[in-house]
């Protein structure tokens, strides 16, 4: 069974920056792309960013290009999400995922991930 935990959120003004961190269990966390997703209040769960097994390839929605960097540590079984410059509508719960099927390519399709995080709030205030 594979838990991804995620850890590093909080509260920051705008203009601020949070690291995020996801520590996965299991000893083949190098072979899957990974992905992070945010979920506001009364809104549906958005794509953020996603970075291949070998952390060759990398894919951010529009919202947070230049912003974020995804990040993956395969020594460490880490995937981190870098967040500088943020605004207020970068508010959410954000999880972290698991594509499904090694060696995958980079995606921000939800239903291509098979196993997620319980999430860490990020509030960010004006």
């Known amino acids: 069974q594979v838990q991804l935990v995620e850890s590093g959120g909080g509260l920051v003004q705008a203009g601020g920056s949070l690291r995020l961190s996801c520590a996965a269990s299991?000893?083949?966390?190098?072979?899957?792309?990974m992905g992070w997703f945010r979920q506001a209040p009364g809104k549906e769960r958005e794509f953020v960013a996603a970075i291949s097994w070998n952390g060759g390839n990398t894919l951010y929605t529009d919202s947070v290009k230049g912003r974020f960097t995804i990040s993956k540590d395969n020594a460490k079984n880490t995937v981190n999400l870098q967040m500088n410059s943020l605004k207020p509508e970068d508010t959410a719960v954000y999880y972290c995922?698991?594509?499904?099927?090694?060696?995958?390519?980079?995606?921000?399709?939800?239903?291509?991930?098979?196993?997620w995080g319980q999430g860490t709030q990020v509030t960010v205030s004006s």
């Open positions: 995922a698991r594509k499904r099927g090694l060696w995958g390519y980079v995606t921000g399709r939800a239903n291509e991930y098979d196993y």
């Open positions: 299991g000893r083949t966390f190098s072979s899957y792309s």
